[in-house]
């Protein structure tokens, strides 16, 4: 069975005080890592798809890289605007009846204070 | 444009209510979902559509019944909810089963009453 465990549970950082949230995962064949970013009561918001190991990309002050276990998502000098949830979730490979299945993580909780 | 769209955005109910949550996506996307989301839980499958067949179903109870019309709209049919039923209804929409990113919409908060 997939598994995602998101690390930490909730983190307050200082304005312009860097960061990483982890996301490990456990999945019989990863087609693809995604991460988004949910403020409360919207939907999530799709940030970045990852489907290789090595893999980085970026987004103003938001990089996720990928290993072969876990992905990280690396915040630079955050800003009180960057708070959210932030979720990881994984897909396996074609095949089986969890085809098209996102995995998720439980999020981490990240408060940005000015 | 990646942008999918919900309706309504807030919804109570009772428990012998009938009431549709509709979804649409203009991305060309054939894939569509329904997730539900509890406070401080990420979303939860519940149904998979792909080509306007549905594809999964993830053993959700018969009182909530999908529908899509068309390759843009996907809506979920409601009857006889419980109060434990009340969450945030999520849609997603992607290229296809396993193409691309899930996209989501903003959801509708449902409280059964």
């Not at chain 1, 996301?23 to 064949?29: E, H, I, M």
């Not at chain 1, 074609?94 to 993580?105: I, Q, W």
């Not at chain 2, 203009?26 to 998979?48: D, I, N, T």
């Not at chain 2, 434990?84 to 929409?93: T, V």
Request: charged fraction near 20%.
């Amino acid at each position: 069975e997939d598994q995602v465990t998101q690390s930490p549970e909730a983190l307050r950082l200082q304005e312009g005080e860097s960061s990483s949230l982890n996301c490990s995962y456990t999945v019989s064949g990863l087609r693809g890592l995604f991460w988004y970013r949910q403020d409360p009561g919207k939907g999530p918001e799709f940030l970045f798809t990852l489907y290789s190991a090595g893999e980085e990309k970026e987004k103003e002050r938001l990089k996720a890289t990928l290993t072969k276990k876990e992905s990280f998502l690396h915040i630079t000098a955050p800003k009180p605007e960057d708070s959210a949830t932030y979720l990881c979730a994984v897909q396996a490979h074609a095949g089986g009846t969890s085809y098209g299945k996102l995995t998720f993580g439980q999020g981490t909780i990240l408060t940005v204070h000015p | 444009d990646t942008e999918v769209t919900q309706t309504p955005k807030h919804l109570v109910m009772g428990m012998t209510n009938k009431k549709s949550l509709k979804c649409e996506q203009h991305m060309g996307h054939r894939a569509m979902y329904w997730y539900k989301q509890k406070a401080k839980k990420p979303p939860e499958l519940m149904f998979v559509y792909s080509y306007e067949k549905l594809s999964i179903n993830e053993s959700v109870p018969s009182r909530f019944s999908p529908e899509c019309p068309n390759s843009s709209l996907l809506n979920l049919h409601l009857h006889a909810l419980q109060p434990e039923d009340s969450a945030l209804y999520l849609c997603a929409s992607s290229q296809g089963l396993a193409e691309g990113g899930q996209y989501f919409g903003p959801g509708t908060r449902l409280t059964v009453t």
